[in-house]
């Protein structure tokens, strides 16, 4: 007998589900729900290094990629879409790919997992190359189309990670780091859109949002970078700027408009008193590391 994946194994805290109460469901779903950091923390040796590759490779001018099928490829197109309003990047910088192309975001396509040609399609179409980062997902760690895309990026050099909630998973053999979150039995036997899914969508949003921090996307915790596409974000932006410049509110609002809502920018312009091409030099300067600017200013 084959051994069963660990996510794909009966729950026996929630076998009786099904005639149980709207409440006891949700509490039932919550209690597996609060296991899932738990296992993360476990990771974070893994999740580091991780961070490390990607924000080395990102200052090498490098992209990061994310592969994956169903609810993973689905994870990874929601991480990489949110990078450019979050930290104003260019959308090439950040992508997520799905096994099936964006029609399998709403709709499952057959067998798309288990392709390896839509692997070497996808990846022979995207030119990476040895600065660029794969990230390959897969919460059983032995779909094809994951498998497939680590050993393409490995045949080149490439550097890879590799998510997944699988122990023994044939993924693990083809990645330089392995994050492995085992997040065990579901609620629903089988359906890794739930702790699993959640697994995964916390260990990218770690791994994103680390690498921006460690290439000067934000200073202290605010995000610098922020691209203010609505009136939310204009008002984030404009009290960012008058925390970090020490203005006011307005002050910082009227600097923002001329500039075209450039928050690093902004506050440098504040801080100093320089016009906005004073501020893009020096920047420029110091690789866009708003806090070594002020190490570098405040010290001479």
């Given at each position: ?6 996510t ?14 709207s ?13 899932v ?13 991780a961070?490390?590759t ?8 490098g992209?990061?990629?994310y592969?994956g ?10 991480d990489?879409?949110?990078?450019p ?6 959308p090439?910088?950040?992508q ?5 192309g964006?029609?399998?975001?709403r ?18 179409r ?8 794969v990230?390959?997902?897969s ?17 080149k050099n490439?550097?890879?990670?590799a ?16 994050i ?35 290439i000067?996307?934000?200073y ?9 596409t ?26 923002l ?22 501020a ?21």
């Amino acid at each position: 007998m084959t051994d069963i994946i660990t996510t794909e194994k009966i729950n026996p805290d929630t076998v009786n589900i099904d005639i149980s109460s709207s409440y006891e469901i949700a509490m039932m779903i919550n209690n597996e729900d609060l296991k899932v950091a738990k296992k993360i923390s476990e990771n974070l040796n893994s999740i580091a290094e991780a961070i490390d590759t990607i924000s080395e490779n990102f200052i090498k001018g490098g992209r990061l990629f994310y592969f994956g099928a169903g609810t993973s490829g689905r994870l990874g197109v929601l991480d990489a879409s949110e990078c450019p309003p979050t930290f104003n990047t260019n959308p090439d910088m950040v992508q997520g790919i799905i096994a099936g192309g964006d029609k399998a975001l709403r709709f499952a396509i057959e067998g798309a997992e288990d392709s390896i040609e839509l692997a070497r399609q996808d990846f022979d179409r995207l030119n990476i190359n040895t600065n660029d980062t794969v990230v390959s997902i897969s919460a059983s760690g032995n779909a094809n189309y994951a498998i497939e895309i680590l050993k393409l990026a490995k045949d080149k050099n490439i550097k890879t990670i590799a998510i997944t909630c699988n122990p023994k998973a044939k993924m693990s053999c083809f990645a330089n780091i392995v994050i492995c979150i085992e997040t065990g039995a579901e609620a629903i036997t089988g359906s890794t859109r739930m702790k699993a899914g959640s697994a995964q969508k916390m260990v990218l949003n770690m791994l994103t949002t680390g690498a921006m921090i460690k290439i000067g996307k934000v200073y202290k915790n605010y995000m610098i970078d922020v691209k203010p596409t609505n009136i939310k974000l204009k008002n984030r932006a404009k009290r960012i700027v008058s925390s970090i410049a020490e203005c006011s509110e307005n002050e910082a609002e009227k600097i923002l408009q001329t500039n075209g809502y450039k928050v690093k920018e902004a506050v440098i312009q504040i801080k100093y008193s320089l016009t906005l091409q004073e501020a893009v030099e020096l920047l420029n300067k110091h690789k866009g590391v708003l806090r070594k600017v002020f190490e570098n200013v405040n010290s001479n």
